[in-house]
């Protein structure tokens, strides 16, 4: 007990202490503000400002003046794909973003495609943006000790997996001071750039029609189209993010739809503002690639270059720090939102169920875990190279991007006889649909040999493997509706006894008594209660009927919910207990919910064992004729920790198998 006690103590230091899930001020104090949430999720779209419009100006190849048309369509495309998503938080208020879209707005097995590249694709963001900000970091320090760069970010995404296990709000409040600093150092950078050139508006007037006229010589019209339309495209780091917050609207402070709008509008116009500066910077200070710098930290050595060593230096310093910061920042949507997705694909029987579950700090521990293992699977095996991680990034983000916007269209034209502003909605959303389509098709087609191929090989597998759990959870739940063939038996018998007026049962504390654990007035829990009869006939007086619901993903959404969880499992435990009293035996349940089936039926079981001390536990358990290694995955296995909780406390537990 001794080596659990300092377990505990360990995790309580670094995660901190259980939440209660009873205060009513709880999802007050675990939500977020607009401003909190620009931070925690918009932070995802404005960092793409450190290396998508460098990628965008990288690929104009020696014409840095058609960075000007790169620079307003991006910043425009930015405004369209924020818009088409407040349609979409008005449409799913309680969130679900491009797996929810999908789901039910084209089909599930559509949305199980969606759900997947959004889950490789918030993996990544955790990648990338810790990958992005060691690359800002080290662009400050000597190249010899680039070698260590890599375990740099392997610590930073280790750091923010144990944040994120502490909660939401902790995670965030930290970053704030510095997410200011980076938007004010960087609004700074693009005023002082544009304003200095601007002084000499007719020489760079002269020299940018000059630049233009030679890409259109050497290039011709149809050449310098398909440069811009590439380098837009090859940007396409720049979009990510922004689908952040109607995922993430569950972690929103009420009203959340009006929150989400706020945070969405936030995002948009900041990213979009700091896109095209930074792109207008390029041009006029004719930014290029140094080894071992990122462009932006080139960018900002150009500027600070007649201020003076000291000044220059720190300058440069602070607003790279910023940068790298931020980054950091923004690998907390991943954090935040890839588990909610994994918990809804869960919900959905996508994938296990235990991906649903909440920890005793109210958040999907295990999700979590998940992203931070497998992004530092991903950081480790691509060494950290954002040229290479942005382009499996960019071509997941845009399959979820696409068919979010197909299915919104689908939406507007099913209801165009509504009476709604349909036309509007359907002009935003179809604008959309051709973009990320376009955007999507020339990312994978420019980049399926770099790195393309690897992404789709990736969500494809994931996709499959959902394909896969879906048709066991399926088959699985067919063969238990022989077993509900017994709750209309159960009822009826019960029915049957009620016109013969029995006497009413009394309680005999004294007497022995059988806890049986249930899920619900079901066919599984009435094969254990009827097994209880057959093996043990007429030895049991009283029966208690234990039942906990668990609070999950699903439930966590506000104090109504949880009063409706509350309220449905004392419902479903009286239902035995009318049931056994009908047949002359006394019974009563003792419930509760909480994120811990097991603890919580720890918590109960003293009570219990105090009314009734000759008492033994029986739990029903599926057993499958032939159990493989996914049977165990899949499926609950509760009961054999609740045995081995109640052997250490010296009480009887048994466990009544159910072959199915």
Known sequence: MTIISGLRQVKKFFIGGSRDFRDSRIFHSISLSAFLAWVGLGSDGLSSSCYGPAEAFKALHGH?????????????????????????????????GGYLVASKLLSPEIGVISGSALLIDYILTITISVAS?????????????????IWFAASGVIMLLILNLRGIKEAVLPLVPVFLLFVGTHLFVIVYAISTNMMNAGAVYQETSADLTSSFNSLGMFGVIF??????????GTFTGIEAVS??????????VLTAKKTMRLMAWSLSITVMGLIAAYIFLDVSEAPGKTLNAVLFESITRSWGTATGTSFVWITLLSEAILLFIAAQTGFLDGPRVLANMALDNWLPKKFATLSDRLVTERGILVMGFASLVMMIASH???DFLIVLYSINVFITFTLSQLGMVRHWWQERNSGERWVN??????IGLMLTSFILLTVLFLKFHEGGWITIVITGVLVMLAFFIKGHYNRTYETLKRLD????????????IDEKNLPEPVCDPKGKTAAILVNGFNGLGLHTLFSVSRLFS??????????????????FKGADEIGHLNDYVSKESEKYVRYMMDHGYYAESATSIGTDVVDEISKLVPKITEKFPDIVFFGGQLVFTRESLMDRWLHNYTVFAVQQNLYNQGIPFLILPIRV
């Open 64 to 96: 840095p003046a058609l960075g000007i048309f790169v620079a307003i369509a991006t910043g425009l495309t930015i405004l369209v794909i924020a818009a088409s998503y407040s349609h979409i938080i008005e449409l799913f208020p309680t969130g679900g």
């Open 133 to 149: 900000g060691a690359d800002a970091i080290f662009s400050l320090l000597p190249k010899n000790l680039l070698d260590y760069k």
């Open 227 to 236: 440069l811009i339309l590439k380098a837009y495209s090859l940007g396409a």
């Open 247 to 256: 995922n993430g609207l569950p972690v929103l402070r009420e009203p959340r």
């Open 384 to 386: 950290g190279s954002v």
């Open 425 to 430: 909605k359907l002009l935003i959303n179809g």
């Open 485 to 496: 063939i017994i709750v209309e038996a159960a009822v009826m018998s019960g029915s049957d």
């Open 538 to 555: 007429g030895v049991y007086k009283n029966f208690v009927f234990v039942e906990i619901g668990p609070i999950d993903a699903g439930n």
